[in-house]
Protein backbone atom coordinates (compact mmCIF):
# COMPACT_ATOMS: atom_id res chain seq x y z
CA UNK A 1 0.00 0.00 0.00
CA UNK A 2 2.75 2.23 1.13
CA UNK A 3 4.56 1.61 -2.32
CA UNK A 4 1.53 3.36 -4.04
CA UNK A 5 1.66 6.58 -2.45
CA UNK A 6 3.50 9.53 -3.98
CA UNK A 7 6.22 11.25 -2.63
CA UNK A 8 4.57 13.98 -0.75
CA UNK A 9 6.16 16.10 1.82
CA UNK A 10 5.51 16.28 5.20
CA UNK A 11 2.98 19.17 6.25
CA UNK A 12 2.10 19.69 2.71
CA UNK A 13 -1.66 20.48 1.96
CA UNK A 14 -3.70 18.47 -0.82
CA UNK A 15 -6.95 19.91 -1.81
CA UNK A 16 -9.01 18.01 -4.31
CA UNK A 17 -11.33 19.39 -6.66
CA UNK A 18 -14.24 17.72 -7.98
CA UNK A 19 -15.92 18.96 -11.35
CA UNK A 20 -18.70 16.58 -12.26
CA UNK A 21 -19.70 16.19 -15.83
CA UNK A 22 -23.03 16.56 -17.37
CA UNK A 23 -24.87 13.42 -16.78
CA UNK A 24 -25.95 13.95 -20.05
CA UNK A 25 -22.19 13.74 -21.23
CA UNK A 26 -20.21 11.86 -18.36
CA UNK A 27 -20.30 8.61 -20.23
CA UNK A 28 -18.49 10.33 -23.34
CA UNK A 29 -14.59 9.24 -23.77
CA UNK A 30 -12.54 12.44 -24.91
CA UNK A 31 -10.99 9.59 -27.57
CA UNK A 32 -14.03 8.91 -28.92
CA UNK A 33 -14.79 13.07 -29.16
CA UNK A 34 -11.24 13.19 -30.93
CA UNK A 35 -11.80 10.16 -33.18
CA UNK A 36 -14.82 11.71 -34.47
CA UNK A 37 -13.60 15.22 -34.60
CA UNK A 38 -10.58 13.94 -36.93
CA UNK A 39 -13.39 12.37 -39.41
CA UNK A 40 -15.03 15.70 -39.02
CA UNK A 41 -18.41 14.01 -37.80
CA UNK A 42 -21.30 16.61 -36.03
CA UNK A 43 -20.30 17.14 -32.31
CA UNK A 44 -22.31 18.70 -31.12
CA UNK A 45 -23.57 16.29 -28.68
CA UNK A 46 -20.86 15.63 -27.30
CA UNK A 47 -19.22 18.56 -26.74
CA UNK A 48 -20.45 21.90 -24.66
CA UNK A 49 -21.71 24.33 -27.05
CA UNK A 50 -19.27 27.49 -25.36
CA UNK A 51 -15.97 25.30 -26.84
CA UNK A 52 -17.27 23.72 -29.69
CA UNK A 53 -16.13 26.50 -32.13
CA UNK A 54 -12.63 26.00 -30.25
CA UNK A 55 -12.46 22.24 -31.39
CA UNK A 56 -13.81 22.26 -34.80
CA UNK A 57 -10.58 24.90 -34.95
CA UNK A 58 -7.85 23.04 -33.42
CA UNK A 59 -9.49 20.01 -36.01
CA UNK A 60 -8.80 21.97 -39.41
CA UNK A 61 -5.74 23.28 -37.87
CA UNK A 62 -4.70 19.65 -37.50
CA UNK A 63 -6.18 18.89 -41.21
CA UNK A 64 -4.54 21.49 -43.06
CA UNK A 65 -0.85 19.77 -41.69
Do not use: H, M, N
Not at 8 to 13: F, H, L, N, S, Y
Not at 33 to 52: H, K, M, N, T, W
Request: charged share 25%; aromatic share 6%; net charge negative.
Amino acid sequence: YADDQPDIPAGARIETLLLPADPAKEAVSASAVRQLAAFGADLSAYVPEEILPKVRAAFAKKGEG
